[in-house]
């Protein structure tokens, strides 16, 4: 019984299952993105660790990070809700930015730059956590 009411306050109470996460613990994945690509392509994670993605745009115009999905499923830390929009982060020329993420289960996620024709150039990839 007991074990059901403190799920409940999970699914309640949002902000208590985030405030055991320590975001000072995550490790750094640096994402760069570039004409027409991300470096890396896979992004490979695990479940139930906490990271610090590291979006760094680093070509002359500008691109974004769109993972709707996977931002859908992650527990953001600190600053996260304000970074992203709508799933994704959009970066200009030379600019960086963080956000800091956990998933709770494993699965698959597609990734790509939603600006136009980037996705079609190659701007693409898949984040797998495992």
Request: net charge negative; aromatic share 12%.
């Given at each position: 019984?007991?074990r ?10 949002p ?21 027409f690509?991300?470096?890396?392509e ?18 002359d ?28 982060i ?41």
């Open positions: 019984m007991s059901y009411l403190i799920l409940l306050a999970f699914l309640i109470f902000a208590a299952a985030s405030a055991q996460t320590n975001w000072s613990q995550a490790e750094t994945v640096t994402v760069t993105l570039s004409s690509a991300f470096t890396s896979t992004i490979e994670l695990e479940h139930g660790r906490p990271y610090r993605l590291h979006f760094v745009n680093g070509s115009g500008g691109h974004n990070f769109a993972a709707r999905d996977f931002f859908d499923a992650a527990e953001l830390g600190p600053g996260g809700a304000e970074i992203l929009g709508r799933g994704k959009e970066l200009d020329s030379g600019q960086s930015a963080d956000v800091y993420v956990m998933i709770a289960e494993p699965g698959e996620y597609e990734m790509h730059c939603s600006h136009f024709m980037h996705t079609t150039f190659g701007m693409s990839g898949d984040i797998v956590v495992r």
